[in-house]
């Protein structure tokens, strides 16, 4: 084989290779964006929990998306809907005379919520957190915020601001779906309000 020959079969060869590391490289950083705008807050979390791993982290998402990604919300009846928006604002009122019990039991709220819109069962509360994750990505921080302060001693503030943020979520479970009955219903018109601030009675505030 000739010297010409040679250098233009080496430079094919490069050529290849160049062409094979950069589509490579792009779709590595299609699929980190990708997980990024799926998972907003939840990749920086598991960005933190693998202590900047990034290959670690988007390996734990990915199997998320590969075990819940075909998940489908199950129905949720009307009479359901209304008693879990009495019972959630139950709570809220109760929190005032007695927030570490209506923590612990909106946290029990939510898991049974979840449940029955078809995630994981509340037993399995990490499968249903990594659950969550994947189709309610921007709410299930408040959850785990949640579910957090029925542990070790939080303070009055904190169980208040727990209770506030998870309202989120239980927002997105209860609200009514086309697939739900058939056609949209319209909350129950306890939904439309966000009832009480859980501020101390006579605050003002």
Known sequence: MSTVLIIVAVLA???????????????????????????????DRALAGHDGDTKAAERELSERVERHGDLRPKPLADESRAQ????????????????????????????????DRGFPEPTHHDEQLAALSVHHAEQVGGYRRLHRATRG?????????????????????????????????????????????????????
Request: glycine letters at 10%.
């Open 13 to 43: 060869v490069l050529a290849v290779v160049v062409a094979a590391v950069f589509y490579s490289g792009a779709g590595r950083r299609r699929g980190r964006r990708g997980l990024e705008q799926r998972f907003g807050p939840e990749y």
């Open 84 to 115: 879990y928006v009495a019972q959630w604002a139950g709570l809220q009122e109760h929190f005032v005379d007695a927030p570490d019990r209506a923590v612990a039991e909106a946290d029990h709220l939510l898991a049974r919520l979840a449940h």
């Open 153 to 205: 001693q939080a303070s009055t503030e904190e169980l208040r601001g727990a209770m506030v943020e998870a309202r989120a979520l239980f927002d997105v479970l209860v609200a009514a779906h086309t697939d739900d009955t058939g056609r949209h219903h319209a909350a129950p018109a306890a939904y439309g309000r966000r009832g009480h601030s859980l501020k101390p009675k006579g605050s003002g505030a």
